[in-house]
Nanobody, 130 residues
Framework: QVKLVESGGGSVQPGGSLRLSCRPSGFDLDHFGIGWFRQAPGKEREGVSC????????KYADSVKGRFTISRDAATNMVYLQMNSLKPEDTGVYYC???????????????????????WGKGTLVTVSS
């Protein structure tokens, strides 16, 4: 059974940092891509960052480039999103997601709808506010 569990969300002031964690299970992450997505109140879900299933490359939405870093620990099978210099517009529920038929990065930087992503975690809330 495919499962993705996010953790690490919380409240932080502008300029602060948070590290989100994703624990995937039920599939081999060596063979599939994985991504972080977010949904702000009243807005559509959007891609934030991903590790490509094609070449393992890390990709980022323009809005988070230079501030967020995605990483993977193969030993513990964890995926992380380090978020620095947080802004109020980064507020939202952050989701970890994967897809077995396509590259999740297509929904982060490729213009593909997030609706094509098959497997989602339940999300973790990030609030950036002074």
């Amino acid at each position: 059974q495919v499962k993705l569990v996010e953790s690490g969300g919380g409240s932080v002031q502008p300029g602060g940092s948070l590290r989100l964690s994703c624990r995937p299970s039920g599939f081999d992450l060596d063979h599939f891509g994985i991504g972080w997505f977010r949904q702000a109140p009243g807005k559509e879900r959007e891609g934030v960052s991903c590790i490509s299933s094609r070449d393992g490359g890390r990709k980022y939405a323009d809005s988070v480039k230079g501030r967020f870093t995605i990483s993977r620990d193969a030993a513990t099978n964890m995926v992380y999103l380090q978020m620095n210099s947080l802004k109020p517009e980064d507020t939202g529920v952050y989701y970890c997601a994967t897809d077995f038929e396509g590259d999740p990065c297509n929904a982060v930087v490729g213009g593909l709808s997030v609706n094509y992503i098959d497997y989602w975690g339940k999300g973790t809330l990030v609030t950036v506010s002074s």
